[in-house]
């Protein structure tokens, strides 16, 4: 993989990251604002769901995050681009989709059916 295409990679990266962070900084105010507004007990319920749901959201952003940390650290590293599992060459095309991509395409589908020996978190294509 050449400089230029590392610096694309780089900056889509960073610019996940900084869209992850966003999201995370946006879900704790949203919490903190509900708690004044709680009143009564259903208010306090739906609450208390929305907290839920959103601690949810933001764990499965903070997952996210590592993985694209992660793919930032193998840039530095020249690592970037090769299958965490077979080390073959990640597909450009699956790398554009999914910057933070850790497995080509064949093994993600190991992984996904949980049949991978090195059992890393599965990576989602959003």
Do not use: H
Not at 12 to 30: I, T, Y
Not at 60 to 77: F, H
């Amino acid at each position: 993989m050449n400089t230029k295409q590392l610096a694309r990679y780089r900056s889509l990266l960073e610019e996940k990251r900084d869209e992850l962070l966003e999201g995370f900084e946006a879900a704790r105010s949203r919490t903190s604002d509900s708690d004044e507004e709680d009143k009564d007990y259903i208010d306090y319920a739906v609450s208390s769901y929305t907290k839920e749901f959103l601690f949810s959201l933001s764990d499965l952003e903070r997952q996210q995050l590592i993985r694209v940390e992660d793919a930032l650290k193998s840039i530095d590293a020249g690592t970037y681009g090769a299958c965490n599992e077979c080390g073959e060459e990640i597909e450009p095309k699956r790398l554009q989709a999914v910057p933070w991509a850790a497995f080509c395409l064949s093994c993600q589908e190991l992984a996904d059916r949980g049949l991978l020996r090195t059992q890393t978190s599965s990576e989602e294509e959003e």
